[in-house]
């Protein structure tokens, strides 16, 4: 079993900037790709941004030059840095954790979800 433990989100005002933060923990033998996915009132959920194990990341065109995925991996933690906010990128962002369990089971997680709130 795997937990995760998101926290960052929260109000802040266009053009400012907030982290998110996800902590992995419990039996896990080896992360992969970890990553931010938000849903917004009405739409689907949608991918933010993601980094594997060696460090690569990939981004939603939307926020290209805006956001900056990161890992740590001693903690098990992604953080999502995200400045020059918009009212678009208000939503629920959530993490996702995928890897291999101590029981060499494949698992893919995802955390509770954290509101962030941009106002214009």
């Known amino acids: 079993q795997v937990q995760l433990v998101e926290s960052g989100g929260g109000l802040a005002q266009a053009g400012g900037s907030l982290r998110l933060s996800c902590a992995a923990s419990g039996s896990i033998s080896s992360i992969n790709t970890m990553g931010w996915y938000r849903q917004a009132p009405g739409k689907q959920r949608e991918l933010v941004a993601f980094i594997i194990s060696g460090g690569s990341t990939n981004y939603a065109d939307s926020v290209k030059g805006r956001f900056t995925v990161s890992r740590d991996n001693a903690r098990n933690t992604v953080y999502l840095q995200m400045n020059s906010l918009k009212s678009d990128d208000t939503a629920v962002y959530y993490c996702?954790?995928?890897?291999?369990?101590?029981?060499?089971?494949?698992?893919?997680?995802w955390g509770q979800g954290t509101q962030v709130t941009v106002s214009s």
């Open positions: 996702n954790v995928r890897g291999m369990g101590s029981n060499w089971r494949a698992f893919d997680y």
